[in-house]
């Protein structure tokens, strides 16, 4: 069996998908998260556009090969929000992603099933209205190599169709690579082969 080298996630950032249920309202919102700090300033923002809520509940999930993730139920009862939410990030099987549902309270009491299907509800409607896209895991190289062995270099950059992320070209060149984790191995042995080219992980 092959290793999986892709991973699916959103293209770009969700807001306001409304579903109600006996007069409580249910905003979901979903963002594209690459860390934690991406997970509270989103959150922050959200508290501060829905003040007069009563629940700002989530879930995300973050990386590719090692994951992180959290639940959180926000004051509402143990895993009738949070858990709910992170269950239809794995049902889409999407990573990289934080899904926030503001909850307004209209007064009446949806019991645990209630708020267990509202949350994943939901959830599930903004991850419909989301565009999901599948991505390649890469990995990053740095290729040092003095200027003289600029054509070989570029060559192979060229005919392997590689992807640059930064270079700096002077007398002493330095280009960052981006290889697709199936082809990482070759293209390092690639480079690695060439006499005055130095090739090194990220």
């Avoid at 899904?99 to 599930?124: E, H």
């Avoid at 070989?152 to 169709?161: A, F, G, Y």
Wanted: hydrophobic share 35%; glycine share 6%; net charge positive.
């Amino acid at each position: 069996m092959t290793e999986k080298d892709t991973y699916k996630t959103i293209s770009s950032n969700i807001e306001g998908i409304l579903f109600k249920d006996k007069n409580s309202k249910f905003f979901g919102y979903a963002y594209k998260v690459l860390n934690e700090d991406d997970v509270k300033k989103h959150i922050a923002h959200l508290k501060k556009a829905h003040h007069a809520a009563r629940h700002w509940c989530y879930a995300y999930k973050i990386g590719t090969e090692t994951t992180i993730f959290r639940a959180n139920d926000d004051g509402e009862p143990g895993n009738s929000a949070g858990m709910p939410i992170y269950n239809q990030i794995l049902s889409f099987e999407v990573t990289n992603i934080l899904i926030v549902v503001v909850r307004y309270f209209g007064g009446v009491k949806l019991g645990v099933s209630g708020l267990i299907n509202a949350y994943k509800t939901t959830a599930q409607l903004t991850l419909e209205a989301s565009h999901i896209i599948e991505k390649t895991i890469n990995m990053d190289y740095i290729l040092s190599f003095g200027y003289k062995n600029m054509n070989t270099v570029m060559r192979i950059i060229k005919e392997k169709n590689l992807k640059i992320t930064n270079q700096k070209l002077e007398l002493d060149c330095e280009i960052t690579i981006s290889v697709r984790k199936k082809e990482a191995e070759t293209i390092f042995k690639t480079f690695d082969n060439l006499y005055e080219v130095d090739i090194k992980k990220v």
